[in-house]
């Protein structure tokens, strides 16, 4: 059994990895500054584990507070999931993205290294490869951001690749996530957007709960087999069993790795569309509409790498990431906010 520190443990893939800690025996202390989440979501936590975790509220840049939290726990190692996530907010407030994403991860790595805690699990994005050249997306795919949000992913993966160079007991494990969709089956934790959902799984959930009229497709003539984006969309339950495998392989490597966790299979808007009408029953109204900018036509991962060393590959398919996703909207369907909570 090892203690963990989970940063940003209260949010939608922090939560979900906290679960799976927990059940597999580990102790969790997870530090959050509810900026982006709800104490309640840790609550819950612990109710489908069945067993407590200890949550700290605080800022990962507050070094008085790491110095203390490192003082009074023995951690084993870091899982850092902390960040502001929205790009289109990144490209209008730089400094905040720079400062928390940067900063913060600077912080909580100064904060380790003068405790002697050196094996760290990093919440990167498939954000770092841009427009890629080719298909699948391997780990060598070049870098190559478009936004100050990807820039921050790049930047803490160049830290932690010099961090492990200059001195070999660091061991990290960048995890590149594609795109995260679903919820937990019990519908007790799952994603929850504080405003008008950016990213296509939330907003389909709120169409289906009746909180938006339609979805608006980004574009249908991109060169994709039904002219919509494609996608790498992989199940939180899947993500969150992956962070587990990457803690277990820092225990036993040394160095700095970035792995990519996706599923290798790439779905177009119009396939989550009709997979999550048919696994729900509800149907979606859409309309099309101009492209995004700044939006790509496809992505999807090469998972080899986390099979290889991680011994992890996705179990679940879209259709369980929507049943088990509209469990959670269905309800909860105000999110953390719902008045009585479940029914
Ligand atoms: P989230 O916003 O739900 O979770 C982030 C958590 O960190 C929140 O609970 C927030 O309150 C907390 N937090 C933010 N800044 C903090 C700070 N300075 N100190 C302490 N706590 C802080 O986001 P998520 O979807 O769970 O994403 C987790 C991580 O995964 C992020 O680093 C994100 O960039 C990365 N990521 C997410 C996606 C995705 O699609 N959700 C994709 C790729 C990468
Ligand atoms: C987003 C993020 C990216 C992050 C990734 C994984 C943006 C601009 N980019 O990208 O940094 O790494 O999630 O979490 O937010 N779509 C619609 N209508 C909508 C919303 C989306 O048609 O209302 C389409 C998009 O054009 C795209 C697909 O759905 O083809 C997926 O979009 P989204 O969920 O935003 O994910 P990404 O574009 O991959």
Request: proline content about 6%.
């Amino acid at each position: 059994m090892a203690t963990l520190l989970v940063t940003g443990g209260a949010g939608y893939i922090g939560s979900h990895t906290a679960v799976a800690l927990l059940e597999a025996g580990h102790r969790v202390v997870s530090l959050d500054n509810y900026s982006n989440s709800s104490p309640l979501a840790l609550e819950r936590v612990q109710r489908i584990a069945g067993r407590p975790l200890t949550a700290v509220e605080g800022d990962v840049r507050d070094a008085a507070l790491l110095a203390r939290l490192f003082a009074g726990h023995a951690f084993d190692g870091v899982i850092h999931f902390a960040a502001l996530k929205a790009v289109g907010e990144s490209v209008a407030q730089p400094l905040a993205y720079y400062e928390n994403n940067v900063g913060g991860t600077l912080s909580l790595l100064r904060a380790m290294d003068t405790a002697g805690v050196r094996r760290f699990v990093f919440s990167s994005s498939a954000t770092v490869y841009g427009a890629p050249d080719l298909l699948p997306i391997t780990e060598q795919a070049p870098v190559r951001t478009t936004n100050p949000y990807g820039a921050t992913k790049a930047m803490v993966e160049q830290v932690l690749r010099d961090l492990a160079a200059a001195d070999d007991r660091w061991s990290v494990v960048s995890l590149r996530y594609f795109n995260p969709i679903g919820a937990h089956p019990s519908g007790e934790i799952g994603e929850d957007p504080n405003d008008i959902p950016n990213n296509l799984f939330p907003f389909i959930c709120q169409v289906a709960a009746g909180r938006r009229e339609q979805l608006a497709v980004f574009g249908d003539d991109w060169p994709t087999p039904d002219g919509t984006g494609v996608r790498d969309y992989l199940h939180v339950v899947d993500l969150a069993a992956g962070h587990l495998r990457a803690f277990e392989f820092v225990q036993r490597h040394a160095g700095m790795v970035p792995v990519n966790l996706g599923t290798g299979r790439g779905v177009s808007v119009l396939q989550l569309v009709r997979a999550f009408e048919a696994a729900t029953g509800q149907p979606i109204a859409y309309r099309i509409v101009g492209r995004r900018p700044g939006d790509i036509a496809e992505c999807w991962a090469d998972p080899t790498s986390a099979e290889r060393l991680l011994g992890w590959r996705a179990e679940f398919g879209v259709e369980r990431a929507c049943a088990d996703g509209w469990r959670w909207q269905r309800r909860n369907p105000d999110g953390y906010r719902t008045k009585g909570g479940i029914t």
